[in-house]
């Protein structure tokens, strides 16, 4: 498989009237084609506005990419202009959003929402449109398309909706679909079901993905790879197996600690991580995460760790990465 997309050294900044806030700040990953890579971290860790500025949606002002590239395909999305960066958003890359109510027109049908990308991107007559609308709710599971289409949003349960969502980003057949916490609004039974369809779709159609999530039985389930991610950074990468099974970074640990886990004894007391999320306009040249970290050290205020090879392609930006193991066990 080549790579889809390379995202080198991307930096996202927004202006306020606190200062400036580094939301992206120089992340670097890759995907694959037909790849699934899960970007997981609490609210505010820069995993939205990494995917936002991917498709050229970071709204300026107050926001703005100073740095990076993001080269999918073989070119550059920085480099394109506005009409550029559409032809490749809704066509090459589908996005599915967290709520599909604020997505979703709430006064245009299903049917007019779904053709509009296909007559566009496409090419096509409004009656292949519509056929082909039919055939992406059927491929989503939606029964009785035909009458479907007719329907407005409001019609339609919350787990359908988000159906649709995935019906649109697949309309044009992309070859990526950007999947920003898709199943939270939605109650667990439905969770399931969204997230094997999106699997299912991964295998069949071989569409790469980038689910965004908190939510770390995703990652375990349906990730081929994770990227950490904490106040704009990356902090670990690896395949989901490691990032379960060996975390190489003390945050990594915590998110781990503070799930329910099918492999832990019942009964286990849950972790949570002690204190709140840095200021992202108020970073100094050290570990943004030492504050609440159990075994920082000093060298964690001078300096930020690189983020390196801890064995087996499992990177971390961790001083302790080596020890980290003991350092579990000793607590």
Sequence with gaps: MGKLLEVRGLKTEFETGEGTVKAVDGITYDVDEGETVAIVGESGSGKSVGALSILGLIPNPPGKIIAGEIIFAGQDLLKLDDAGIRRVRGGEIGMVFQEPMTSLNPVLTIGLQLTETMLVHLSMSQHEADQRAVELLGLVGIGEPERRLRQFPHHLSGGMRQRVMIALALSCKPKLIIADEPTTALDVTIQAQILELMKELNRTMNVAQIIITHNLGVVARYADRVNVMYAGKIVEMGNAGQIYHRPRHPYTVGLLKSVPRMDQPRG?????????????????????????????????????PPLEDSGDAQLSACWRRSELDELREAS
């Design 268 to 304: 286990q007391r849950l972790i949570p991580i002690e204190g709140q999320p840095p200021d992202l306009s108020r970073l100094d040249q050290g570990c943004s995460y030492r504050p609440r970290c159990q075994w920082m050290i000093d060298e964690c205020a001078s300096h930020y």
